[in-house]
């Protein structure tokens, strides 16, 4: 069986903390780059390093370090931010940061492990969109920049599936972390986990379970493929 080297992307908080923690329980070897470190290091296979992902050169030193010590075969490009900005009020430096943050540093880290992961004739490499590529006010930039890394995700799994690699998508939302809350009111957190069909608003670990799926080396079946994870909040034209 494989062992699963992973790389996730904004792991300290929220989703991408779930996410390290789940694979940690699977004995993975877990990465963490995110600009703060965990307020807790889990315990376990794991290495946190500090980086600025919305700077295109920090972000291809920091692949080449990691290359030095890592051969990542499991990619999670998860790190995301949402500042909420109605359409007349989006500046030039906010559309850059997101998508540089979303797009580019996704691009330039799967650059960098594609080669390793061709070599293995294995790779996994999950990206993490939102349910707001189906429309919410004031995520212009975010849902525009993750929707097109839900694009990117369909082309790259036509490109890969000859070499071994899956490549799949994740659509969280509404999941009650600290940017859920710090991104929308109090009412329209409410109204949103209304829409759920489930009742409720979703966890970090909901999310981590569907990457954890799309990481197996047993889902080499499943590829190109968007999930949304989000309790059927995507199943109405929920906008708030």
């Keep these: 069986m494989t062992h699963c080297i992973a790389l996730v992307t904004g792991g300290s908080n929220g989703i991408g903390a779930a996410i390290c923690s789940l694979l940690l329980a699977r004995n993975a070897t877990v990465i963490n780059l995110d600009i703060v470190p965990p307020a807790e290091p889990p315990t376990g296979d794991y290495h946190y390093y500090g980086v600025d992902l919305s700077k295109a050169e920090e972000t291809r030193s920091m692949a080449a370090r990691v290359l030095e010590r890592f051969r990542i075969n499991c990619l999670v490009n998860n790190a995301g931010v949402a500042r909420p900005a109605d359409l007349g009020k989006i500046t030039d430096d906010e559309f850059d940061y997101g998508v540089n943050l979303h797009l580019r540093a996704a691009i330039i880290l799967s650059q960098a492990f594609l080669p390793g992961m061709k070599a293995e004739h294995f790779g996994r490499i999950v990206n993490i969109s939102t349910r707001a590529i189906l429309g919410k006010k004031g995520r212009s930039v975010y849902g525009g920049t993750k929707a097109a890394l839900a694009g990117m995700t369909r082309t790259w799994a036509l490109e890969l599936g000859e070499f071994g690699i899956t490549v799949n998508a994740i659509a969280p939302g509404p999941i009650v972390t ?19 069909c489930v009742g409720r608003g979703g966890t970090p670990e909901d999310v981590a379970n569907a990457v954890g799926f799309f990481l197996s080396e047993s889902s080499g079946f499943v590829t190109g493929q968007l999930l949304h994870v989000c309790g059927g909040a995507s199943l109405g034209a929920v906008s708030f």
């Design 178 to 196: 600290e940017l859920f809350k710090k991104s929308n009111t109090p009412e329209q957190a409410s109204k949103l986990i209304q829409s759920t």
